[in-house]
Every structure is written in C-alpha cells, then in structure tokens.
C-alpha cells in the first residue's frame, strides 16, 4: 500500500481549502496526473500525484481545509510515495496482493444490480461500444434542459493520459454557468478532436481511447461512474436555476473507510467528523469548534464564509479580533460589524439568481474585508503633472517593445516608487502589534494589480530597486500575461512590500483602494487627462496623473502620507529626481 501526501506547494504555504477533488476510489493514476485543485490565499493550484496505482481510498473531502504531510489517499499496485504495511486488523488482506483484482472489491460498497444499472449508463453514457481491441468515443452528453452546446474553457486531457470513469476532462462554460464533464470510458486518450476555445455541441466527438490498465478496473463499479456523471448534470442544472447550492451538496460522499487498509487515525476522525459537521447546524471541523472553546466564543454567533458558510479558523480568529476591537472601543458587540442584516427575499420584486461565490473571488472578499477590519485605512489625494514624462515615455517606448514589454505609466510608477520607498522606508515595513514590533524590510518587491476575469490578481514583481524601467517594463507585461492566462504560481504573488493598482484605463478621477494586509500601503492611479494649470502667469494645458494613497494610520501619520505622495508627484513631474535622489 503507497500514501500520497500533500507535498510542499510555495514557501509559507501550509495548508489549502480543497475546492476539487479529481480522483475516486477504484481509479487508475498515474505519477504527473492531476488529482485535486488546492485553493490557497490568493490562488487556486492544481496537485500532481507523485505515485501511480489503483486508489484504495480517498481519505479528503471537497471543501476541507488540508495540511502540507496529510494523506490524502492510498494507492494498491503502486510506485512512488511512502510505502506502508497494513495494521494487525488488515493481516488477511496481505496474502492476495499479487492478484490486485480479485482484493478490490473488498474495499467498495457491494455493487449495484445490473438491471437498476444498465438502463441508466444507456440514458447518461453517450459511449459508442466497442470491443476489447477496438477504439472507444466520448461524445459530449446531454447536461440539461435546452443546453446543446457550450465553450471549452479547460480541456484537462492529452494524448497519451490515462482516463478513468467518472474523472473530470474537461469544463464547459454556458451562458450561466460552467459545469466539469466527467468521462464515462476508462482507457488511454487516442486523439483528442476538440480544442481549449471552442464551441461544442452534445453528441460531438470529443476523444478517442484506447484500451488500458483502467478499463477492467472500472468495470467492476459502473455505478460510481454513472453517479458522477449525474451528479456533474446535476449541478449544472442547480446553477442555472439558481438554487445556491453548495458543491458539497452537489457531491457524493466518499465511502467510510475499511479497516483492511493501513492509515492514521487522526485524519479518519476528522474526516467522519466532518461529515457529521455538515449535516449540523452550525458547518465547521472539530478542531475550529475546539478553538472557540477555547477562546471562549460561542460557534453559533461566528458568521463563516467557507462554501456552505463553512466556518474556518480565520472566521474565528477575525470574529476574536472584533470581539476584543469592540470591547476596547465600548463599540458593542462585534456581530453587529460582522454579520449584516438578513436580507429580505428579493424574489418577491421580480426574478433573481444566485450564484456561489468561489475561487478567487471568495479569497478576495476575505482578504479585503480582513484588511479593512484590522486596518484604520486613510486615503490621501494628490496630482502629478506628466506633460514632459509623457513625451518620454513615447520617446523611449521602443525600446521596452524590443525587450517584450511596454512602457506604460505603471511601468514607470515601479521604478518611482521603488525610490520612493527607499526614501521613507516606514512605506516599505508590516506592523506585529502581537510584539508590539514594527517590521522594516530590507528588500522592495512591489504587487501590481491585475483585473482577470477570475477577479482581482496582485502578481508581485522583485527587487524593483535593482531593475531599470526597461526591464521592469517587460517583467510586467510577462507577469500580466500569466494572470489573465491562468497561469500565476502562489510564488508569483507572494512577498509583496507594496502594491500599485491603476485603474486608469477604466476611468475615473480618483478613488480609496484598501491596503494589501500585511502591507502598510497602496498606491491608486486614476486616468490622466489635459486640465489647464496656472503656470508663467497664464493658463495652459497640461497633462495631469491624479494619485490616490491609502495607507494604515496605525504606522504612517497624515504629514508623512502627505510627504510621500508629494515626492511621487515631483519624481513624475521631474524624471531627473529619479538619478539624484533614486
């Protein structure tokens, strides 16, 4: 028997919400396939396994929050991984392991009648039988009512993959909702004839396959594979109708482990006792109900914001902080700040739909309301005149083409505030008011804002202060590139000092963006446009940057805000600034 823990995923990363789960028991892997995406602060990665087998069992359930070293499931047949031997319960087990074929229904629930399963695998499968020796299609099933076709926004297959029943292989997007189509075949992929980007239409040829090591496997459990189909119907259709439903009600749960396989006790408790906690009133794991015991609060007034109002550590922990916040201020109670008012059934004015907030949205909204929670944030106004900047900018703008950037305002506002932070280094420092210390970093890495249709993305570029604007230029475009392609690592957006956000290409003429915890403050840039300045006794046309500073009065008083900002207007006005004081 082989383990798979959860490896190591980026520096400071310990633990992840498990937002899907790509694999089943009684499934073939294989070492590189991807078998579950791990939702971190700020980004959503998938997990390669590092072992290749038939899962034995799958000891995670979709919504959990998982630790770095937990096992996440158990593999027969295996390579790869920490191999363990089985526990004095599992002895008789042991002798069969040479035939893995005849031992694998010891671990599943007894199957399905065939007759209860053949007609619904006819009505869900859309799968052109074949023979042993003969190649297999997987055409796109019917996914709901008046749904014929759809856009392949993540095709998640290649030639030469292993597929097994009820694995996703792709996400289909409509017009309301994007929905994981899980295979109905087990094999190796032939040919793929679809393309990420696509339109296709129910009972198109999506791929061939081949028969492989899966195929026998999955043959002995029809049901479990015709269950994730449905289900993967199901939750498609729950989200065009708007039900607000959560993806843990839209999934089955995993099969109660059996005491012939070897694994630790500590994450079978938590497991079963998980799924108690959904079925509660109140959706949080043992050791969250075990922290507000022993902080003293009561688990039914913490408002959770995990899927299904999940309760996290976090909730607790911001939920202390208001408690304690309040009771200095003689503010109240700190539920009145943290959960609003009921809302009123809006149904009753007309039609509305709900859709769950997931992924990178849900990470922001925690974020930015922990941030604004924690932080006093005030926002200082200022304007740059950047009529000379500008012809320099176009001066010098092919040559940041040449290097495989552009040479936009952002671009030039890295290098200014990089001297800047150099200069009041109090802008480039964290406060630990749990030490009473404020953290001063020798280092300048600066996050950019990025908006992607996920939401909002703040890649971090490093060592600002080492780069020229040429090179930052092309750093930018590349790192923009990656955010809106999907493809930002967590070690892309970590270990930011200080963050830009320019919203100047929407509009606007000034706005409050909120301090990036634990970052001390944010710089805003609205469009610039020609105003007429008072300059040599007389009007003329200038063109003006507006800035917007906000900043954790906690560590940066209103003169010092005034100061700084003042210093990126003038090295804006004054590129010169840059070289004699930079």
């Known amino acids: 028997m082989t383990e798979f823990k959860l490896p190591e995923l980026g520096e400071n990363i310990h633990q992840g919400d498990l937002v899907r789960l790509m694999i089943a028991p009684g499934a073939s892997i294989a070492e590189g396939q991807a078998v579950m995406e791990l939702e971190t602060d700020k980004a959503v990665v998938e997990v390669p396994s590092s072992v290749s087998g038939t899962i034995k069992e799958v000891l995670v359930k979709q919504g959990e929050k998982i630790k770095v070293g937990q096992v996440i499931f158990t593999v027969e047949n295996g390579a790869g991984g920490k191999r363990v031997e089985a526990k004095a319960s599992s002895a008789p087990a042991a002798a069969p392991k040479s035939e893995p074929k005849p031992a694998a229904p010891k671990s599943e629930a007894p199957p399905k009648p065939a007759p209860s399963a ?21 055409k796109l099933p019917e996914l709901g009512e008046n749904i014929h076709q ?139 109900r075990r922290l507000a015991r022993e902080l003293g609060i009561d688990i039914h007034s913490i408002p959770g914001n995990g899927p299904g109002g999940r309760i996290s550590e976090a909730d607790v922990k911001l939920y202390a902080k208001s408690v304690i916040a309040g009771a200095a201020s003689g503010a109240g109670s700190a539920a009145t700040h943290l959960q609003q008012p009921a809302l009123p059934d809006f149904s009753k004015w007309g039609k509305i739909e709900r859709v769950s907030m997931r992924g990178v949205r849900r990470k922001t909204a925690e974020h930015m309301w922990e941030a604004w929670s924690s932080i006093p944030h005030v926002t ?34 890295l290098k200014v505030c990089a001297s800047a932070l150099k200069i009041f280094p109090q802008f480039n420092a964290s406060i630990d008011m749990e030490k009473e210390e404020i953290v001063y970093k020798q280092f300048i890495n600066i996050g950019v804002a990025v908006d992607t249709d996920r939401g ?44 830009i956000t320019n919203l100047g290409g929407i509009g606007g003429t000034g706005f409050s963006p909120i301090v990036n915890y634990p970052e001390v403050a944010i710089l805003g840039l609205s469009r610039s446009g020609m105003e007429p300045v008072w300059m040599n006794n007389k009007f003329e046309p ?6 917007s500073l906000s900043y954790d009065h906690r560590l940066i008083d209103g003169a010092d805000a005034a100061r700084f900002l003042r210093w990126i207007a003038e090295a804006f006005e004054q590129p010169f600034l840059l070289s004699v004081q930079g």
């Not at 009505?123 to 003969?134: I, Q």
């Not at 200038?542 to 800035?547: C, S, T, Y």
């Open 456 to 499: 909002l993305l703040v890649p971090v570029i490093r060592d600002v202060d080492k780069k020229n604007i040429v090179e930052l230029a092309a750093e930018l475009t590349g790192l923009s590139k990656k955010a809106r392609d999907k493809k930002l690592s967590p070690a892309d957006m970590e270990g930011g000092t200080f963050t």
């Open 380 to 413: 200082q106004q200022d304007k740059a005149d950047i009529t000379e900047l500008e012809q320099l900018r176009t001066k010098f703008a092919p040559k940041a083409a040449e290097a495989g950037g552009k040479m936009t305002v952002t671009a030039i506002a």
């Open 118 to 138: 053949a007609p619904k695998a006819t009505a869900s499968a859309p799968v052109v039988p074949s023979e042993s020796n003969e190649v297999s299609e997987f």
């Open 542 to 547: 200038r063109m003006v940057l507006p800035l």
């Open 150 to 288: 759809g856009d392949l926004v993540r095709l998640m297959i290649s030639p030469g993959a292993q597929v097994s029943e009820g694995q996703p292989v792709m996400e289909l997007e409509t017009e309301k909702a994007v929905v994981e189509v899980p295979s109905s075949l087990s094999g190796i992929v032939k040919g793929v004839h679809v393309s990420q980007g696509d339109q296709i239409k129910v009972g198109q040829l999506i791929f061939t396959l081949e028969p492989g090591a899966t195929s026998q496997t999955h043959s002995q459990q029809p049901s479990r594979a015709e269950e994730s189909h449905d289900h993967a119907r199901m939750a498609f259709q729950a989200a065009i109708q708007s039900e607000g439903k959560t993806e843990e009600q839209a999934l089955p749960r995993d099969q109660p482990p059996t005491a012939s396989v070897a694994t630790f006790s500590m994450p079978l408790h938590l497991d079963r006792a998980a799924g108690v906690e959904h079925r509660g009133p109140v959706p949080a794991a043992p050791h969250v």
